[in-house]
C-alpha cells in the first residue's frame, strides 16, 4: 500500500519561506509524474506546480512563477515544494499526488496546511 506523507506546512508572515516535502512508502514504480496541489476555503483544488520523473520538466501556475520551485530525488521518492516571498493568498491546504505512466495510479497526499500572515 503506497502511501504519501507530506511535511513543512506551518504559518509564516507575508515574505517569508516554507519548505514541503513528500515522500512516498510502499514502492513506487513507473512513476510518470508529481505534482503539488492547493486548496483554500471555499475554493477548488487547483495546480501548483508539477515535474516529471525521467526528464524534470517542470510546469507551473501563473500565481506562483518566480517564487515557488519543486525538485525531486528520485532514488527517495520524494519532492519537494520550495515556497519563497509567500503572500497570504498562498494560504491552502496544499496536496501532493503522484501520477504512474498509462494512468496505472494516482495517489494523493493527506494536505499539509500553509497558512500566511499579513
Known amino acids: 500500500q503506497v502511501q504519501l506523507v507530506e511535511s513543512g506546512g506551518g504559518l509564516v508572515q507575508a515574505g517569508g519561506s516554507l519548505r514541503l516535502s513528500c515522500a512516498a512508502s510502499g514502492g513506487i514504480s513507473s512513476l510518470n509524474v508529481i505534482g503539488w496541489y492547493r486548496q483554500a476555503p471555499g475554493k477548488q483544488r487547483e495546480l501548483v506546480a508539477t515535474?516529471?520523473?525521467?526528464?524534470?520538466?517542470?510546469n507551473y501556475a501563473d500565481s506562483v512563477k518566480g517564487r515557488f520551485t519543486i525538485s525531486r530525488d528520485v532514488a527517495k521518492n520524494t519532492v519537494y515544494l520550495q515556497m519563497n516571498s509567500l503572500k497570504p493568498e498562498d494560504t491552502a491546504v496544499y496536496y501532493c499526488?503522484?501520477?504512474?505512466?498509462?494512468?496505472?495510479?494516482?495517489?494523493w497526499g493527506q494536505g499539509t496546511q500553509v497558512t500566511v500572515s499579513s
Open positions: 515535474i516529471t520523473s525521467g526528464a524534470g520538466s517542470t
Open positions: 499526488n503522484f501520477k504512474g505512466r498509462f494512468s496505472r495510479y494516482d495517489y
